[in-house]
């Protein structure tokens, strides 16, 4: 299938549409992902919507030493490749570190910045310096105007292909909340996502894995959706209960079109003329 990926100066190809950025949280396997890639797709398709699929390739934050990390770096990319190929979409992840951003960047078509390394300057460069979109997750403990130095540091690199995503703000040590007021500010510097599953995560629990509020995904996504982003990241699996990272905050497969038919509503609504 030939891929469709037209990027504009900002490295935007929504062209007025609302952006998805769907797929589960880590690679778990091929089969599991080649099965969620063909729904996330035929539903994105369904509703004339653009999709990047998402899958992290390693996890490298994890609460617990026995957590699931992944099942092997490359073997993980080269899934995500797969999954570009076979179904002619773009393709996503998440890098940790600077010497990670050119092996990631030959197998997938947007480098993600985990929010917590969103002011590590080194890995902002090489992400830059691959010449793919980058997507810089808003930090929990910075404010959205401190955004734009992410923003600067990338264009400074030679890329004006960067976007930034909302994921919720730290209150107190177990909850996050989402600032809708952040998005008109950051949509000044960059395209701006709303990460509607990860802002709704309880982390630093006792028992070392992190929670979350999966009813409120909805909620969430259309408050975004009103306050103006340009787009939505959800995570998303059959079973997340049975999900090897971050179930706990997942979207069940099977509710995904429900939620982008109702968040492409409110999409086209706020932006009628």
Same mark, same amino acid.
């Given at each position: 299938?030939?891929?469709?990926?037209?990027?504009?100066?900002?490295?935007?190809?929504?062209?007025?549409?609302?952006?998805?950025?769907?797929?589960?949280?880590?690679?778990?396997?091929?089969?599991?992902?080649?099965?969620?890639?063909?729904?996330?797709?035929?539903?994105?398709?369904?509703?004339?919507?653009?999709?990047?699929?998402?899958?992290?390739?390693?996890?490298?934050?994890?609460?617990?030493?026995?957590?699931?990390?992944?099942?092997?770096?490359?073997?993980?990319?080269?899934?995500?490749?797969?999954?570009?190929?076979?179904?002619?979409?773009?393709?996503?992840?998440?890098?940790?570190?600077? !010497?990670? %951003?050119?092996?990631? /960047?030959?197998?997938?078509?947007? =480098? $993600?910045? #985990?929010?917590?390394?969103?002011?590590? &300057?080194?890995?902002?460069?090489?992400?830059?310096?691959?010449?793919?979109?980058?997507?810089?997750?808003?930090?929990?403990?910075?404010?959205?105007?401190?955004?734009?130095?992410?923003?600067?540091?990338?264009?400074?690199?030679?890329?004006?292909?960067?976007?930034?995503?909302?994921?919720?703000?730290?209150?107190?040590?177990?909850?996050?909340?989402?600032?809708?007021?952040?998005?008109?500010?950051?949509? !000044?510097? %960059?395209?701006?996502? /709303?990460?509607?599953?990860?802002? =709704? $995560?309880? #982390?630093?629990?006792?028992?070392?894995? &992190?929670?979350?509020?999966?009813?409120?995904?909805?909620?969430?996504?259309?408050?975004?959706?009103?306050?103006?982003?340009?787009?939505?990241?959800?995570?998303?699996?059959?079973?997340?209960?049975?999900?090897?990272?971050?179930?706990?905050?997942?979207?069940?497969?099977?509710?995904?079109?429900?939620?982008?038919?109702?968040?492409?509503?409110?999409?086209?609504?706020?932006?009628?003329?």
């Amino acid at each position: 299938m030939d891929r469709e990926f037209e990027l504009n100066q900002s490295g935007w190809t929504a062209d007025g549409r609302l952006q998805v950025i769907a797929g589960p949280c880590a690679i778990e396997g091929r089969e599991i992902v080649m099965q969620i890639a063909e729904q996330v797709v035929q539903v994105c398709h369904d509703l004339s919507l653009p999709i990047i699929f998402k899958g992290s390739y390693r996890k490298a934050n994890r609460s617990r030493l026995d957590s699931f990390s992944g099942i092997g770096d490359e073997r993980a990319l080269e899934i995500l490749a797969e999954v570009g190929q076979r179904f002619g979409v773009a393709t996503t992840t998440d890098i940790h570190s600077a !010497q990670e %951003a050119a092996l990631a /960047a030959s197998y997938v078509d947007v =480098l $993600q910045i #985990p929010a917590f390394l969103c002011r590590q &300057t080194d890995l902002l460069v090489a992400a830059a310096e691959t010449g793919k979109v980058v997507n810089v997750k808003k930090g929990q403990f910075l404010s959205p105007e401190a955004m734009r130095h992410a923003v600067q540091k990338i264009k400074d690199s030679g890329n004006h292909k960067v976007w930034l995503t909302e994921r919720g703000t730290m209150m107190g040590y177990q909850d996050l909340v989402v600032d809708m007021r952040g998005f008109p500010v950051m949509k !000044q510097w %960059a395209p701006t996502i /709303a990460d509607i599953t990860h802002s =709704l $995560q309880q #982390p630093n629990q006792q028992a070392g894995v &992190t929670g979350g509020r999966p009813e409120m995904i909805e909620t969430i996504g259309k408050a975004a959706v009103a306050a103006g982003a340009d787009g939505i990241f959800v995570e998303t699996h059959p079973k997340p209960s049975e999900a090897l990272s971050d179930g706990a905050n997942m979207l069940p497969l099977v509710k995904l079109p429900g939620l982008l038919s109702k968040l492409k509503r409110v999409h086209e609504a706020v932006h009628a003329e």
